[in-house]
C-alpha cells in the first residue's frame, strides 16, 4: 500500500476452513478494499477456477493499519487460488492489480512507486497489471512480471504456463531541441531576460511586476527553453508524483522535458499544496517537482494558499496532514510569479493613467506578505515596450544560446557543491562561495542600507555566487554583489 511516496507491503493470507459458506475479509479494510470480494468472487469463477465453497478468511497484515485501493484484488485472488492448490507464493514477490469481474487484471495508480519500495525492501519480483510493465521496469535490479489475466498468473505460478518478464527499457537522456516560445520572440526587457537567465541557471524565484501586456507571461513561458532536460535521477522523482497520480504515459514513461505548471488563480489550497479526504495527494507544487511553477495574477490568489507556499519555497518539499495520515512529498520547483501593481494594473505606467485609489493599491499590494517576497530572490520591474520596437526585427539572444550559458552554470555548481545555489545553506555557503573584502562590503553596505533580513542576505549572496557563475568568475565580484541587491525590488522601497 502506498502513503505519499512510501510504499508498505501488505501480507495477504487466505484461510479455506469448514463452517457455512463466507467470505470474511479481516484486517482493518477500508470501503474500497471490502467492496473487492465480490469482484475478486467473480472474476475466480469467470476464469474458469474454483471459488471455495466452504469458509474463507481473507487477512490483510499488519492489522493496525488502514488498507485501501484496489491494487489488492490481485493479491487476495493469488492467496485464493493458491490456497485452494495447496501452493505457496513464490519468496521475495508481490502483487498488485485491480480485478475486472472477467478476471482481467487493470491498472493501478503508483505502479512505478510501489515498485521502487519494494525493491528498497529487498523484494526480487513484482507482478504487475500489464498496462504499468513499462513504469514498473524503470526500477533497476527489479524482476517485473505483466499481468494480463488472473489465470495467466495462476497458471504461471503452479508452473502450467510461463509469462516472460518484461524487457527492461534503455535510458537515453534526449537533450531538447523543440522550444515552443524563444526569447528572441521577446522585444527589449534586458533586466527580465537577466533576471530570467538568472534564475535558470541558480534554480532562483522569480517575481515579475508590470502593467498588463508588458510582456511577463511570455517571459515566463520562456524559461523551459532554457533550462537543461532532465538527469535520470529527476525525471525518475517527476515520474514517481505522475505514477501516483495516475498521470504517466503508458508508451513512454520517463518525459526528459522540466515540468511547466500552471494553475489559475482559483486554484484551491488542496489543489495547489495537496491534499484531499484520507490520505493527501501531491498538489501542483509537486507536480512542478524539478520544473518551473507559474503563478500569474499572483496577487489574485488566496492569501491563506500564498502563505502556504512560504514552507515549500524553504526547504523544497511539504508535509501535509488528513485524517488518513501525514505524507511528505518532493516540492523543488523554481517559482515563477508575475502580477500587477494594482487592481486596475497601470501604476506607474508612463502611458495610461492608474484609476485605483492608493487605498486601493496598497490593499492590492499587501495581499503579497513580506515573509513570501522575502524567500523570491529576483524581483523585476516590466515596463511596457515601445509599439515601433514590437513591429520590428528581433535581435536578441536565442534561447539556445541562453542555455549553453545556463548548463554551463550549473555544471559548475554541481561539480562545486552537489546542488544548486539557490539549495546552498548558510554553512556551505559560506565555505563555498567565500566574498572577497570588497565584495562582503559591498553586500554589508547596501544591506544594511536596505534593510534587508537575514534570509535576503543570504538569498542575495547565492544570487551574486550564480552571477559569478554565469561569467564563469571563481570569485564573487563587487558589481555581482550589487546585480544581487539590485533584484530585490522590496528592500529597494523599504
Known amino acids: 500500500m502506498l502513503v505519499g511516496l512510501d510504499a508498505r507491503p501488505i501480507h495477504v493470507e487466505a484461510d479455506i476452513g469448514r463452517g457455512e459458506v463466507a467470505f470474511m475479509l479481516v484486517g482493518l479494510a477500508a470501503t474500497t478494499v471490502k467492496e473487492a470480494r465480490e469482484r475478486v468472487r467473480s472474476a475466480i469463477r469467470n476464469s474458469g477456477l ?5 469458509r474463507l478468511t481473507v487477512n490483510l497484515a499488519p492489522a493496525e493499519m488502514r488498507k485501501q485501493g484496489t491494487a489488492l484484488d490481485l493479491p487476495m485472488a493469488v492467496a485464493i487460488a493458491l490456497a485452494r492448490a495447496g501452493k505457496a507464493a513464490p519468496p521475495h514477490s508481490a502483487f498488485l492489480g485491480e480485478l475486472a469481474l472477467d478476471g482481467s487484471v487493470r491498472h493501478v495508480d503508483g505502479v512505478l512507486v510501489a515498485a521502487r519500495g519494494l525493491s528498497t525492501l529487498g523484494y526480487e519480483r513484482v507482478f504487475v497489471p500489464a498496462a504499468d510493465a513499462a513504469e514498473a521496469t524503470l526500477v533497476d535490479g527489479l524482476e517485473v512480471i505483466p499481468c494480463a489475466s488472473l489465470i495467466g498468473v495462476v497458471n504461471h505460478l503452479l508452473g502450467a504456463e510461463a509469462i516472460a518478464p518484461a524487457p527492461r527499457g534503455a535510458f537515453v537522456c534526449v537533450a531538447a531541441t523543440d522550444i515552443e516560445h524563444d526569447l528572441t520572440e521577446v522585444h ?9 537567465e538568472v534564475a535558470a ?4 524565484h522569480l517575481l515579475m511586476s508590470g502593467p498588463p501586456g508588458a510582456g511577463k507571461t511570455m517571459l515566463a513561458r520562456c524559461l523551459p527553453g532554457i533550462l537543461p532536460p532532465l538527469e535520470l535521477a529527476e525525471a525518475l522523482e517527476v515520474a514517481q508524483v505522475r505514477s501516483l497520480l495516475g498521470d504517466l504515459p503508458r508508451e513512454g514513461p520517463l518525459d526528459w522535458a522540466r515540468p511547466f505548471r500552471s494553475p489559475h488563480h482559483g486554484v484551491s489550497m488542496a489543489g495547489l499544496i495537496g491534499g484531499g479526504s484520507g490520505l493527501a495527494q501531491p498538489g501542483e507544487i509537486s507536480r512542478a517537482h524539478h520544473g518551473v511553477l507559474f503563478l500569474d ?10 502563505q502556504a507556499l512560504r514552507q515549500p519555497l524553504e526547504s523544497g518539499r511539504v508535509n501535509i496532514t488528513r485524517s488518513g495520515g501525514s505524507v511528505t512529498y ?3 520547483f523554481t517559482l515563477v510569479a508575475a502580477t500587477n501593481p494594482c487592481p486596475c494594473g ?3 505606467d508612463g502611458v495610461r493613467g492608474c484609476r485605483c485609489t492608493p487605498g ?25 515596450v515601445q509599439l515601433e520596437l514590437l513591429a520590428s526585427e528581433a535581435r536578441g539572444e536565442s534561447s539556445a544560446t541562453v542555455r549553453e550559458r545556463v548548463v554551463a552554470a550549473r555544471r559548475l555548481q554541481q561539480e562545486r557543491q552537489g546542488c544548486l545555489n539557490a539549495q546552498l545553506k548558510p554553512a556551505r555557503l559560506r ?4 566574498l572577497a573584502p570588497e565584495s562582503r562590503r559591498a553586500l554589508e553596505r547596501w544591506g544594511a542600507h536596505r534593510g534587508i533580513t537575514a534570509r535576503g542576505f543570504h538569498r542575495a549572496w547565492r544570487v551574486a555566487r550564480t552571477s559569478a557563475d554565469l561569467d564563469g568568475s571563481a570569485q564573487i565580484e563587487e558589481h555581482h554583489i550589487l546585480e544581487a541587491l539590485g533584484f530585490r525590488l522590496q528592500d529597494v522601497a523599504a
Open 50 to 54: 474454483e471459488f471455495p465453497t466452504t
Open 188 to 196: 527589449g526587457q534586458e533586466e527580465a531576460k537577466r533576471a530570467l
Open 201 to 204: 541557471a541558480g534554480g532562483h
Open 297 to 306: 495574477e499572483l496577487a489574485e490568489f488566496q492569501t491563506p494558499v500564498l
Open 330 to 332: 518532493p516540492a523543488r
Open 346 to 348: 497601470w501604476a506607474g
Open 360 to 384: 486601493a493599491v496598497d490593499t492590492y499590494q499587501r495581499r503579497l506578505s513580506g515573509p513570501l517576497l522575502d524567500r523570491i530572490d529576483l524581483q523585476v520591474a516590466v515596463r511596457r
Open 431 to 434: 565555505q563555498l562561495a567565500g
